[in-house]
């Protein structure tokens, strides 16, 4: 089945370390984004990447970093520099950005203690 | 700049009621996409409708159906005859497909809350 899968479901992180979230997809989209989502809010856009080899910035990008060396993989690294890593984060994937429909992954819960 | 508002915070209904989700937009482009996503509490966003700024036509898919107003900056959702399964968090979103942001931007959500 086609789809987008992340992993793991829950991860557990002591502060101060890296973690990275895996993202595939294999739609056979170009575009992958990458959400992150506090308790009864909204999502909020953290890196975006519409090919290969290149990613923009979102609007959270600080304490982020991602990379797109395959069409179906959109890796995310929360870094130690990220002051409040907790949080649920969703990815994404759509034929072309803007007009297209989005689908997403079930999310990664991350907890730092 | 973009931006959606969805006022309702959390909605409750009975089950059959008919429900009115509210989503109101702003964008200074003239070709945009707008969208509805169905957040059930496994945490998965699940498309549920896109229209583009030029179709003003309502669409009914079953007990959905979608307003989308130009002239309000309005894209409401209506679910007809509510059933527990409805119960979720909503989203509005909004795509900029020429001069501004082409990513999304969501609403901050409607919790809808069917009882039995």
């Known amino acids: 089945d086609g789809g987008i899968t992340q992993s793991p479901k829950y991860l557990f992180r002591k502060e101060g370390q890296n973690v990275t979230l895996s993202c595939e997809q294999n739609?056979?989209?170009?575009?992958m984004y990458w959400y992150r989502q506090d308790p009864g809010q909204g999502l909020r856009l953290i890196y975006y990447s519409q090919i290969v080899n290149d990613f923009q910035k979102g609007d959270i990008a600080e304490g982020y970093s991602v990379s797109r060396e395959k069409k179906e993989s959109f890796p995310l690294t929360v870094t130690s520099a990220q002051k409040n890593p907790t949080a649920f984060y969703l990815c994404?994937?759509?034929?072309?950005?803007?007009?297209?429909?989005?689908?997403f992954g079930p999310g990664t819960r991350l907890t730092v203690t | 700049a973009q931006k959606v508002t969805q006022a309702q915070t959390e909605i409750s209904v009975v089950e059959k009621e008919d429900v009115t989700l509210d989503c109101v937009y702003e964008?200074?482009?003239?070709?945009?996409?707008l969208f509805w996503y169905k957040q059930p509490p496994s945490g998965e966003l699940v498309f549920l409708i896109r229209r583009n700024s030029f179709d003003e036509q309502n669409e009914i898919s079953g007990r959905y159906s979608w307003n989308f107003q130009k002239s309000t900056s309005s894209f409401n959702f209506t679910i007809t005859a509510s059933q527990v399964v409805d119960s979720a968090v909503y989203f509005c979103a909004l795509s900029e497909a020429r001069t501004g942001r082409r990513a999304l931007t969501f609403g901050s959500g409607t919790r809808l809350q069917v009882q039995p």
């Open positions: 739609l056979n989209h170009d575009a």
């Open positions: 994404a994937s759509s034929i072309l950005i803007g007009e297209h429909e989005q689908y």
């Open positions: 964008t200074r482009d003239t070709t945009y996409y």
